[in-house]
């Protein structure tokens, strides 16, 4: 019988889909990114190599990060039995265990569970139920939806497998579970290649943005008041700020002595005038920096 779910009673339907499962979880949907909640519940199934796990993304074929996020890759590579995929069509949403599943709006991103206005239908079942169904022909919405996105399943591509091995035991009469290998592994290498891209790009973005604070510098702060020593724009004709020049403009005495050279900034020991604001040491250099005769 399927059941009508939304809200926090959704969040926690999920929840019991991890905490339950003991063969099988399947986790369908574009984006991953786990909430703190489910990321817990998941850890204790770390440990159990008969729980088979199959995750599939889905979206940004060009850039696989803004679908999946690297920590959430790391927290699932360490699962003993898993499988990654990813279908660029993906929107649907579903998550499974062997015995419940959830049809849903919502995908496994925090943002969703904590924000968003979700709803979902839940189903029951079990495995042994869904292969009868399929035998008899019968057509549940629990066997159409296990249906449907076995399918997904199978056309997806698998970017990462990690499979559990097992050792002949007693003459080859038993297996015993020896721990797990990774026999397909495309996702690390990418989020190690996006990360060099995104450190490269950074230490670029950096270089430039100091190059162009130095080049506005330049530009709007390449002089200095002869009277304040407030940087200011170049201009040999008003070497001052405004509130300076006002100040000078009760008087006008162009020959009264300053404190600052208006090109280097230093003080000047009265040595600089509105008529000569610049020392004549820096005068060479100041016509150079500036073109001005």
């Known amino acids: 019988m399927a059941k009508f779910f939304t809200g926090n009673e959704l969040n926690a339907e999920l929840e019991k889909i991890f905490e339950q499962a003991e063969k099988q979880i399947i986790l369908i949907s574009p984006y991953i990114q786990l909430h703190d909640r489910y990321a817990s519940t998941l850890k204790t199934k770390k440990d159990n190599h008969k729980l088979e796990i199959i995750i599939v993304f889905g979206k940004n074929s060009e850039d696989l990060t803004k679908s999946m996020k690297q920590e959430d890759f790391i927290f699932f590579k360490e699962f003993p ?4 995929r990813y279908e660029k069509r993906l929107h649907a949403k579903y998550y499974a ?6 049809l849903t709006s919502m995908n496994l991103y925090s943002y969703s569970q904590d924000n968003n206005i979700e709803a979902g239908i839940m189903t029951k079942s079990n495995l042994a139920h869904k292969l009868i169904n399929n035998v008899a022909g019968e057509d549940s919405l629990d066997n159409q939806a296990y249906n449907y996105f076995k399918r997904v399943i199978d056309q997806s591509e698998l ?6 091995k097992f050792d002949k035991k007693y003459m080859g009469l038993t297996n015993k579970y020896s721990g797990s290998i990774v026999e397909l592994d495309m996702l690390s290498s990418f989020f190690e290649e996006k990360n060099k891209y995104e450190e490269v790009n950074q230490k670029t973005n950096y270089e430039k943005k100091k190059v162009s604070q130095k080049s506005e510098e330049k530009q709007t702060h390449t002089g200095y008041c002869i009277r ?8 040999i004709k008003i070497p001052m700020t405004d509130q300076a020049l006002q100040s000078w403009k009760k008087f006008e005495k162009v020959d009264y002595a300053e404190k600052f050279c208006h090109f280097s900034g230093e003080p000047s020991n009265g040595e600089t005038t509105y008529e000569k604001p610049i020392l004549k040491k820096n005068w060479a250099l100041a016509k150079k ?5």
């Open 289 to 293: 920096a500036h073109n001005f005769k």
């Open 81 to 84: 039995n898993i499988q990654i």
């Open 228 to 235: 304040t020593g407030k940087p200011i724009p170049f201009n």
């Open 159 to 164: 970017l990462f497998y990690n499979k559990p």
């Open 97 to 102: 265990n062997e015995s419940a599943a959830i």
